[in-house]
């Protein structure tokens, strides 16, 4: 048995963090969310509202860092759906971040700054 076993693999570091998401669907509706964690390629979000998996969504993530505003936009597709109590939490993958983005999101989530 290997010492990797049990222990969760990812692709990207990701770091836990509390911002203000848009997402807007095909039919155009917005909801509201909160990021719970970023990486370089994708996010969990909390959102009231539910989303199939592959349903693909415009996301806008109002970033704060070091008390400058940052706006993150996106392409995303919905990889996985948690039903909660009260909500629910998605898990999206980024599909189209512009490069100064990527490599915003690639330092924050691996603590580069």
Do not use: C
Not at 22 to 38: F, M, P, Q, Y
Not at 60 to 69: E, N, P, R, S, T
Not at 76 to 84: I, K, L, N, W, Y
């Amino acid at each position: 048995m290997s010492e990797d076993q049990g222990i969760e693999q990812r692709r990207h570091p990701r770091r836990g963090i509390k911002w203000k998401v848009l997402i807007r669907d095909k039919a155009k509706e917005v909801v509201v969310g909160r990021t719970v964690n970023v990486s370089v390629s994708g996010a969990l979000i909390e959102v009231s509202h539910k989303y199939n998996i592959n349903e693909a969504v415009d996301i806008q993530i109002a970033a704060v860092y070091l008390g400058k505003k940052i706006k993150i936009l996106s392409r995303a597709v919905v990889r996985h759906t948690v039903v909660r109590t009260s909500d629910f939490q998605i898990g999206i993958e980024f599909n189209g971040l512009k490069p100064e983005m990527a490599q915003f999101l690639d330092d924050f989530a691996s603590g580069v700054i």
